[in-house]
């Protein structure tokens, strides 16, 4: 779908769930500002929201993807990798999180629980239909956003072509 194009949208990306690296640039940004974190990063989402109903103004994408595009961002900010990973791995997150410090990989943890790459995979795409749906009983998103999000595409923990391209949505 068109949500490609505006994924790079956001300058910072998906911040709220990233590395202690993005935390630590979030921190410093916020405090050079004088704001905390959280006036930033509400800066950061009306901002983006602001370019993508400029793109409709402008043409370029109607409401309907400003809506869907708006709604996978949401999502996105939404969604915590890790505690996912960790469902598919069937570990609580803090779990994975000690076993990743430790310096045991993810391969480590697969053979330790006898899981294959197959199975992982479905593992987490169970675990990430689950939290979308999660999502919608938030009220982060609609049912009907979330049915468009889980008919676009599988999702990847890696974020990378594993899934053969988008076939389009309407």
């Known amino acids: 779908g068109s949500a490609g194009i505006w994924r790079g949208l956001g300058h910072w990306g998906g911040f709220g769930h990233g590395d202690s690296a993005d935390s630590n640039w979030l921190e410093n940004l916020a ?12 800066a950061q989402e009306q901002a983006y929201a602001a370019s993508v109903a400029d793109a409709v103004a402008a043409g370029q994408i109607t409401q309907a993807q400003a809506d869907q595009i708006l709604a996978n961002r949401a999502l996105k900010s939404y969604i ?12 609580k997150a803090d779990e994975l999180e000690s076993a990743l410090d430790e310096g045991r990989s993810v391969s480590d943890l697969m053979d330790e629980k006898g899981i294959d790459a197959a199975t992982l995979q479905a593992n987490v795409q169970a675990a990430y239909e689950a ?4 999502a919608v009983t938030d009220g982060v998103i609609t049912q009907a956003q979330a049915d468009e999000i889980l008919a676009d595409d599988g999702f990847s923990l890696f974020g990378r072509g594993d899934r053969g391209g988008h076939h389009g949505g309407g």
């Open 80 to 91: 915590d990798r890790q505690a996912i990973l960790a469902t598919a791995l069937g570990m």
């Open 31 to 42: 405090e050079a500002l004088g704001i905390t974190v959280q006036q930033l990063e509400d």
């Open 131 to 134: 939290a979308v749906q999660q």
